[in-house]
């Protein structure tokens, strides 16, 4: 069964740092498009960093660039984020998902995917 499991999650302080990774079984990740959404509560679930299956270019939501980085270890096959100067607004459940045939900046809209992680919560406060 496909499977995606999230970790890393946690509460930060403004200014911290995070870790997560979405960890991967059966899935060979380095063919498919591997994408992070975080929902807020009341807010729609956004696209925060992807990287596309066409040729693994990257791709960030305006409110993250120069502070979140995507990177993928195949041989982990593993995805993680690096998440550096958080904010408040940076508060919510986090998600990975993966699908194959994403190309480009579509890496980076939901409804692109059909396999999902469970999540884990990010919550950044003083």
């Known amino acids: 069964q496909e499977q995606l499991v999230e970790s890393g999650g946690g509460l930060v302080q403004p200014g911290g740092s995070l870790r997560l990774s979405c960890a991967a079984s059966?899935?060979?990740?380095?063919?498919?498009?591997i994408g992070w959404f975080r929902q807020a509560p009341g807010k729609e679930r956004e696209g925060v960093s992807c990287i596309s299956s066409s040729d693994g270019s990257t791709y960030y939501a305006d409110s993250v660039k120069g502070r979140f980085t995507i990177s993928r270890d195949n041989a982990e096959n593993t995805v993680y984020l690096q998440m550096n100067s958080l904010k408040p607004e940076d508060t919510a459940v986090y998600y990975c998902?993966?699908?194959?045939?994403?190309?480009?900046?579509?890496?980076?809209?939901?409804?692109?995917?059909?396999?999902w992680g469970q999540g884990t919560q990010v919550t950044v406060s003083s």
């Open positions: 059966v899935f060979t990740l380095d063919y498919y498009a």
């Open positions: 998902a993966t699908d194959q045939w994403v190309e480009g900046g579509r890496c980076l809209l939901s409804y692109e995917y059909d396999y």
